[in-house]
């Protein structure tokens, strides 16, 4: 499964992408975002305040409480402001 980091959560946990196996028991975004959160510093910074984070699935928005199930490439950035 590809991760993809963009913005603020690229910089804090200092990479814009990494490929992962899939861990036993993480199944939806949530799952992966505390995952993620236990494997270091940068990572914790970055997702300390998981409501704040917006995920796309495959380039699809999705919740956190998607399935991760046949997923090839999840993407995790802050939320967006422009105009």
């Known amino acids: 499964m590809k991760l993809?980091?963009?913005a603020w959560v690229r910089e804090r946990i200092g990479l814009a992408?990494?490929?992962i196996e899939r861990p036993a028991g993480v199944?939806?975004?949530s799952d992966?975002?505390?995952w993620l959160r236990a494997r270091g510093e940068g990572y914790e910074?970055?997702?300390?305040?998981p409501g704040a984070i917006r995920v796309a699935l495959d380039r699809?928005?999705?919740?956190?409480?998607?399935?991760?199930?046949?997923v090839r490439e999840v993407?995790?950035?802050p939320p967006m402001t422009g105009g």
């Open 4 to 6: 993809l980091y963009f």
């Open 17 to 19: 992408d990494e490929t």
């Open 27 to 29: 199944h939806t975004v």
């Open 32 to 34: 992966l975002i505390g």
């Open 45 to 49: 910074l970055a997702l300390a305040e």
């Open 60 to 70: 699809e928005h999705s919740d956190h409480d998607a399935s991760l199930d046949g």
């Open 75 to 77: 993407a995790l950035f």
